[in-house]
């Protein structure tokens, strides 16, 4: 047997010790263990008719290749945001240009190509590790015919069929971090902190971090911002108790109503034409400045939340997924996805990545009125309150 890995999308604290346990788990079965280096990029790259410059593609993995990986955060594998049913005209490998065909916003899909180099890697079967997009190319593969078994990784948490993704439990720890450190100099000036949390349109990040920091406030990618009300909650929340001062998160995907956008507010897009996030907490502190007349920062914890080692959950769940998955794969039963469902290690059908991103239940776990979680024994995912 033999069997590629590959990582896709950011990087997140998790991903060298699933890779590692994968190796492992396979190797004491006697299997091959090939890693592909940058995600479906790597495997665009191949030249399944001229082996010359394959190898930089290619890392071939075993026990003590991985030795100690797993203390750091990043992946070995390095990763790619591109997928191969999508790849633009500017991200095709020389040798590949004369056969793509694009369609008319010059963009091709090389999936025949790709199903070539799994044949002539010999993979007999692949894990991806990724979120929404690489497992949505992963699902496309198992259509083809390719034995895939998906583990999910994303600081964002919104793969559905899982309650934790790896790379979650990371990001909240440092945000959770970040709120109680910020409070401190919040608390020296009287003034407003602002967190502004990545998670894109999910705000589980936020949602989870400002229950379990304690912040005063809590706004959701999910719900409209209504910062008039938000702004005298918090006038109420400076005067609050012993402690001067108030902190509160926001989601970078939230939207502001009432707010005072500023001619310096960009928008920016990523090379896919995708909407860049971020910025929106500066833009509430600005206005919650002028409007309370009190000082009020904001910060972009950004990709301090996923960077750096990880923390003990997170090498908990990738450990776990690396031999469920390695499992399933000696059980022949591929075209999965593993996953965390109400504490227990299962599989779903890989389909399932292919339904969009999940978002927080704002009834269940959100008090609008308030800007605060509504969370009584925390979980995580679409198990979020016990
Ligand atoms: O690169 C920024 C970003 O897309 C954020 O907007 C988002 O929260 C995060 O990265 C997603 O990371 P991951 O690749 O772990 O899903």
């Not at 990371?170 to 401190?184: D, K, M, N, P």
């Amino acid at each position: 047997m033999r069997i590629g890995i590959l990582t896709g999308g950011g990087d997140v604290p998790g991903l060298n010790p699933a890779i590692q346990q994968v190796t492992r788990e396979a190797c004491a079965r006697g299997w091959q263990v090939v890693g592909i280096r940058n995600g479906w990029a790597g495997l665009l790259g191949i030249n399944p008719d001229d082996d010359t410059a394959n190898a930089q593609h290619l890392m071939p993995l075993d026990r003590h290749t991985t030795r100690g990986i797993d203390r750091f955060g990043g992946t070995i594998l390095h990763t790619a945001r591109l997928h191969p049913d999508t790849v633009r005209e500017a991200d095709m490998p020389a040798f590949l240009e004369p056969q793509a065909t694009y369609d008319d916003r010059r963009w091709a899909d090389m999936t025949p190509h790709i199903l070539r180099v799994i044949d002539h890697l010999k993979l007999d079967a692949l894990v991806p590790i990724g979120g929404d997009g690489t497992l949505g190319y992963a699902a496309r593969l198992g259509e083809e015919g390719v034995p895939v078994l998906a583990i999910p990784k994303t600081m964002d948490n919104d793969v559905q069929g899982t309650d934790v993704c790896i790379g979650f439990p990371t990001a909240i720890t440092r945000s959770i971090r970040a709120v109680h450190e910020l409070r401190g100099t919040a608390s020296a000036e009287a003034s407003i902190g602002v967190i502004e949390l990545m998670g894109r349109h999910s705000g589980e990040t936020a949602l989870l971090a400002g229950y379990l920091g304690s912040a005063d406030r809590t706004a959701i990618a999910e719900v409209p911002v209504d910062v008039e009300r938000l702004a005298a909650l918090l006038t109420q929340d400076l005067r609050a108790g012993g402690e001067a001062g108030a902190v509160m998160v926001i989601s970078e995907g939230a939207t502001l109503e009432g707010a005072q956008a500023s001619a310096d507010d960009p928008v920016r897009t990523d090379k896919f034409g995708n909407k860049r996030l971020g910025g929106v907490g500066d833009t509430l502190a600005r206005d919650l400045t002028q409007r309370l007349g009190v000082p009020a920062f904001s910060l972009q914890l950004a990709y301090l939340m996923r960077a750096g080692a990880p923390v003990s959950q997170d090498s908990l769940i990738a450990r776990a997924f690396g031999t469920l998955a390695v499992e399933l794969i000696a059980a022949g039963n591929t075209g999965r996805m593993v996953g965390l469902q109400n504490g227990k290690y299962t599989s779903v059908p890989i389909a399932r990545t292919g339904e969009g991103a999940s978002q927080v239940d704002v009834e269940r776990y959100y008090e609008t009125a308030t800007f605060m979680p509504r969370i009584t024994r925390p979980g995580m995912g679409q198990s979020l309150s016990f």
